[in-house]
């Protein structure tokens, strides 16, 4: 009888493990920020040149037409400077001892006339498009509205009734310090992320449309985001719009590109991309509780 009875009660705990153990793995995912461990990709690097990684479509075509003006503006160098050789090995006074005397050369008139003119034209052919696609706002998946002050940002979320404001972290505090450092690493960056990362973040889904209404509350200021190929002034009584779509999940940078004040360098942006997933379960973090961090 008593083996018996312990038969039942080992097997009533497994069964009770069982039913049990879904409801912790739920609780364990819950207890793991989606947000956390995410890849910073859009940086400045001390000491690098070029672009940063293109991260949207924007981006690539923008730096696909900077590779293009390179191209012809050192075929332009090129032929300048080779041209300038020339007349000075050609026509210096000890080879040249009787300068010509003519002032007009109709064809060669013509010709630097014309050719400039189809310079630009193909130029403006590729640009123009660019352009376009920059100004042209796409039906927004997500809306974000955008306002600057001095010197901080604000957001909201019009559709998903947030809004908050984001600040650099260690702002106000002077150099880098231990607190800083603390402050730092407790949102998941390092002191090179000083004066780059904010306490909050904007957090934006992968591969979803994203529109910014952008306006300022005091001074003109201008949101910026390199890796995504867009900037956009913030002017007080205005409201001026971008679009993105990220493609890859990351932690982005930007500044205030527009003078604006005494502590103008110390406004930066910080865009967190996720997972869809990770997107909902962040803005049902916020509604429910409040919590407004990014991470």
């Given at each position: 009888?008593?083996l018996?009875?312990?038969?039942?009660?080992?097997w009533?705990g497994?069964?009770?493990?069982?039913?049990?153990?879904?409801?912790?793995?739920q609780?364990?995912?819950?207890?793991?920020?989606?947000?956390?461990?995410?890849?910073?990709?859009?940086e400045?690097v001390?000491?690098?040149?070029?672009?940063?990684?293109?991260a949207?479509?924007?981006?690539?075509?923008?730096?696909?037409?900077?590779?293009?003006?390179?191209v012809?503006?050192?075929?332009?160098?090129?032929?300048?400077?080779?041209?300038?050789?020339?007349v000075?090995?050609?026509?210096?006074a000890?080879?040249?001892?009787?300068?010509?005397?003519?002032?007009?050369?109709?064809?060669?008139?013509?010709?630097w006339?014309?050719?400039?003119?189809?310079?630009?034209?193909?130029?403006g052919a590729?640009?123009?498009?660019?352009?376009?696609?920059?100004q042209?706002?796409?039906?927004?998946?997500?809306?974000?509205?955008?306002?600057?002050?001095?010197?901080?940002?604000?957001?909201?979320?019009?559709?998903?009734?947030?809004?908050f404001?984001s600040?650099?972290?260690?702002?106000?505090?002077g150099?880098l310090s231990?607190e800083?450092s603390?402050?730092?690493?407790?949102a998941?960056?390092?002191d090179?992320?000083?004066?780059?990362?904010?306490d909050?973040?904007?957090?934006v889904?992968?591969?979803?449309t994203?529109?910014?209404?952008?306006?300022?509350?005091?001074?003109?200021?201008?949101?910026t985001?390199?890796a995504?190929?867009?900037?956009?002034d913030?002017?007080p009584?205005?409201?001026?719009?971008l679009?993105?779509?990220a493609?890859?999940e990351?932690?982005y940078?930007?500044?205030c590109?527009e003078?604006?004040?005494?502590?103008?360098?110390y406004?930066p942006i910080?865009?967190?991309?996720?997972?869809?997933?990770?997107?909902?379960a962040?803005?049902?973090?916020?509604q429910t509780?409040?919590?407004?961090?990014?991470w």
């Amino acid at each position: 009888m008593d083996l018996m009875k312990h038969c039942r009660q080992m097997w009533a705990g497994l069964a009770a493990l069982t039913l049990a153990a879904p409801a912790a793995a739920q609780t364990l995912v819950e207890a793991v920020d989606p947000l956390e461990g995410l890849e910073i990709i859009g940086e400045p690097v001390p000491g690098a040149m070029g672009w940063q990684p293109a991260a949207t479509e924007l981006a690539r075509e923008i730096h696909w037409l900077d590779g293009l003006l390179l191209v012809i503006i050192s075929v332009i160098v090129i032929f300048v400077l080779g041209l300038l050789a020339y007349v000075i090995l050609r026509y210096n006074a000890r080879r040249n001892k009787t300068p010509a005397t003519f002032t007009h050369n109709s064809p060669l008139e013509i010709a630097w006339t014309i050719v400039p003119i189809v310079i630009l034209v193909f130029i403006g052919a590729f640009s123009l498009p660019v352009l376009f696609n920059q100004q042209e706002i796409p039906e927004a998946d997500i809306r974000i509205k955008v306002t600057g002050y001095q010197w901080y940002w604000g957001y909201e979320y019009p559709e998903e009734d947030i809004a908050f404001e984001s600040y650099m972290i260690g702002a106000g505090m002077g150099n880098l310090s231990p607190e800083i450092s603390e402050q730092l690493t407790e949102a998941g960056y390092s002191d090179s992320e000083f004066k780059l990362a904010t306490d909050t973040a904007v957090v934006v889904p992968v591969g979803a449309t994203i529109v910014m209404d952008v306006t300022a509350a005091d001074v003109i200021h201008s949101w910026t985001i390199p890796a995504f190929g867009v900037k956009q002034d913030a002017v007080p009584g205005r409201i001026a719009q971008l679009w993105f779509a990220a493609e890859q999940e990351g932690v982005y940078f930007g500044q205030c590109s527009e003078l604006c004040g005494q502590a103008h360098a110390y406004m930066p942006i910080t865009v967190k991309v996720v997972s869809p997933e990770a997107y909902a379960a962040w803005v049902e973090r916020v509604q429910t509780d409040g919590d407004y961090r990014a991470w």
